[in-house]
Structure formats: structure tokens, C-alpha cells
């Protein structure tokens, strides 16, 4: 899963409870008009913000309410902004600098459960979204497409974009979360953090398996550069920056969600040589 994480600086969470379509924003009229869903997504994307649905899990409340997040990721200036507007129609009006809403203090759990999307997302991430709302009722969210379904459980850990697959395979997934209020993570379940490039995820976590290092602001990127073959990344890393040397490969053909029909190849992270820079004389 390493070296997964779909791209992301800044993200709009946006409360729609109830059935949600293909399209949360565009096929789920019982919620909101598809065109205010066409207009609201157009606003979000034109300026490079992922935007993604969230509802509460379990029961749906008789009364719907429209909550949302306005979240910045980038690694040391990460922010969760957060409001509410009486109807659908107040999303237009969001500003998405971050100058509307109140800080928040909490971090946001978003779990995709979109099984109109991919019904691995539906039965799995229901099961994760359970397992981790017992412990965190008020930070999680079930949440639309998040990419990666192959990866079915998906979560994404705000506001540090943390991307995390496999999640209901987990003995104890709501453990990933009390690693994150420690300031850690977990390797074997994480497919990157959305602020940063595949490549630099990919050497963050060759290094992680050899030095069993989990902080999640530890081993910072310093320098990417790209070759005819080769990628060379330079991490932070405690002792030293680390110099992580990447191929690219193509993976054996693969079915990328429950519902494909095709199998394709993806792409792939491969190590070719890790060592820590020393200074020199």
C-alpha cells in the first residue's frame, strides 16, 4: 500500500446525511439538488481542494444538519476549520481560505463507506467506521470515494492526511487513532500522507520498516530529484539526512475495486539503496 496516498493539501468536508448515488455531489437528489452538488463541486475543485462528503454512521437523524471542514495539511501548518449553515444551498457560500467557522481542536476520522462507489467500501468501511466510532464517536465520519478501493477499508486522519488502507483488518482499528493523539502511526496499515509526493511516501515508509521510526512529523522531505530511471529522495532523519534511492515497476495485473470486471497493472515503488549522508571532512 505504500506510496499510495492520493494527493491533497487542503480539503473540504461536507455533511449530506442520507442515501448517497455514484456521485455523492451529483446522482443523490434526496439530499441536495444535483446542480447545487455540479456548482459546489466546480467552486471546490477550480481551486485545487479536494472535496469529499461525510455523515454521521448509524441511524440518521429525523432533523438533517450541514456541518463542514475546511481542512490544510501541509506538514507544520495544519488546520481544521469548522461551521455549520442552515441548508445545502450555504455551502456556495464557504470561504475557502479558512477565514470562515471556528478552529477546531479536534482531529476529523473520515472512513469512505461510499458503496455506490464500491461495495468493499460499503462493507468494510461500515465495519472499520463501527470499530473506531465506539472509542471516537465525535471525530468519525463515514466519508465518499477516497481512492485506493483495492485498499478497502480506506480512512484519511485530518488534519495530517494521513492515509491509512486495510483498516478493518486490524485487530483493533480505533488503536490507529490513539497512535495518532501520540503523535505516531502505523506503518503496516498507512499508504502515505496526502501532502506529500508518491515518492517521498514511498522512502518514508523503506525507512520506517528499517529503522522502526513512527513519529508522523519525523523524516521530512529535503530533496526529490528524478532521473531516466531512478528517483532520489533525501529525508530528515534522525541521525542524518537519509538518502533513499526509488525504481519504478509495474505491478502484476489487478482488480482495482470489488466491482472491475479488468484487471490492469498500477504502479510501484521499488527500493534500490538506503544510506544515511555523512558530513564531510
Known amino acids: 500500500m505504500y506510496g499510495t496516498a492520493s494527493a491533497g493539501f487542503s480539503w473540504l468536508l461536507l455533511e449530506l446525511s442520507g442515501p448517497w448515488g455514484p456521485s455523492v455531489f451529483l ?23 479536494r472535496i469529499v462528503a461525510i455523515r454521521r454512521p448509524g441511524r440518521r437523524a429525523p432533523t438533517p444538519r450541514w456541518r463542514w471542514f475546511v481542512v490544510h495539511s501541509n ?14 444551498t450555504g455551502y456556495l457560500d464557504i470561504a475557502l481560505d479558512g477565514s470562515d467557522g471556528e478552529p477546531s481542536p479536534d482531529p476529523v476520522i473520515a472512513i469512505c463507506a461510499h458503496g455506490k462507489h464500491d461495495q468493499c467500501c460499503a462493507v468494510r468501511g461500515r465495519a472499520a467506521t ?8 465525535e471525530w468519525t465520519w463515514e466519508c465518499s470515494h477516497l481512492g485506493g478501493d483495492r485498499f478497502a477499508a480506506t480512512m484519511l486522519v485530518l488534519p ?9 483488518s486490524s ?10 493523539n501520540a503523535g505516531r502511526l502505523d506503518d503496516a496499515y498507512l499508504r502515505g500522507r496526502t501532502s506529500l509526493p508518491h515518492p517521498v511516501q514511498a522512502a518514508q515508509h ?9 513519529r508522523i512529523d519525523a523524516l521530512g522531505p529535503l ?35 470489488c ?23
Open 259 to 281: 466491482g472491475s470486471q479488468v484487471a490492469g497493472q498500477v504502479r510501484q515503488f521499488v527500493l534500490v539503496s538506503m544510506n544515511v549522508l555523512r558530513p564531510g571532512p
Open 171 to 180: 485487530d483493533d482499528p480505533a488503536a490507529l487513532i490513539r497512535l495518532y
Open 160 to 168: 495530517h492526511g494521513l492515509s491509512y488502507g486495510r483498516v478493518d
Open 27 to 49: 446522482n443523490s437528489p434526496k439530499i441536495i439538488d444535483p446542480a447545487l452538488g455540479r456548482s459546489v463541486v466546480r467552486r471546490v475543485e477550480a481551486t485545487g481542494m
Open 130 to 137: 463501527t470499530a473506531i466510532a465506539t472509542e471516537f464517536p
Open 206 to 214: 523503506f525507512v520506517r520498516q528499517e529503522t522502526g521510526e513512527d
Open 75 to 88: 506538514p507544520g501548518e495544519e488546520s481544521i476549520r469548522q461551521g455549520e449553515v442552515d441548508d445545502p
Open 223 to 257: 530533496d526529490v530529484q528524478r532521473g531516466d530511471h531512478r528517483i532520489r529522495v533525501v529525508l530528515d532523519g534522525q541521525d542524518g539526512p537519509v538518502e533513499v534511492i526509488l525504481a519504478e515497476q509495474m505491478s502484476d495485473p489487478l482488480h482495482s475495486t
